[in-house]
């Protein structure tokens, strides 16, 4: 096999596995997975208290945006990193249920695993602070500034 092959080989490898074949249930039906991806919602809804915490901010960052009459860029920008941090933290609990299932006892690369989870909503959450901020900063100093001065 030459070298090309070899990479071709590598690059096409994971696409050829059938995930039929290892998964202990799959859905064909859109409803189903509807449901299922519904039913994920609310399991971080009840268990997660940072979801809580999303699920608080989320609306007031909208009525906020509202209020301030937001432009059509800033609302992408805030839609955008509402949807990280929310991403973030389902993939956070995903990782940590996944390692959970794995083991129970205590191992270096499971703490690795769960942290590094846990850093990417830190990301997250710090870039939607810097993006609220500064999509919403100057009009809402623009309105305060106007009852104070």
């Known amino acids: 096999m ?7 080989q590598s690059l096409t490898s ?3 596995i059938d995930p039929n074949d290892y998964a202990l249930k799959t859905s064909n039906n859109r409803v189903d997975s509807l449901g299922y991806a519904l039913a ?3 399991y971080m809804l009840r268990w997660q208290r940072n979801t809580w915490l999303m699920g608080a901010a989320t609306p007031i960052v909208i009525v906020l945006a509202a209020w301030l009459r937001v432009s059509l860029t800033g609302w ?3 839609s955008i990193s509402i949807t990280i941090v929310w991403l ?7 990782v940590e249920a996944s390692i959970d ?4 006892e205590f191992h270096p690369m499971a703490k690795v695993g769960k942290d590094v989870a846990a850093a990417a909503v830190l990301l997250g959450v710090v ?7 500064l999509v919403m900063g100057p009009p ?10």
């Not at 809402?140 to 001065?149: A, D």
């Open 88 to 94: 973030t933290e389902f993939m956070n609990a995903a």
């Open 2 to 8: 030459t070298r090309l092959e070899q990479i071709v």
């Open 76 to 78: 992408a920008l805030l």
């Open 127 to 133: 870039n939607s602070v810097i993006v609220g901020l």
């Open 101 to 104: 299932l794995t083991t129970s």
């Open 140 to 149: 809402l100093w623009t309105k305060v500034n106007g009852w104070f001065f």
């Open 14 to 16: 994971t696409a050829k």
């Open 40 to 42: 994920g919602w609310l």
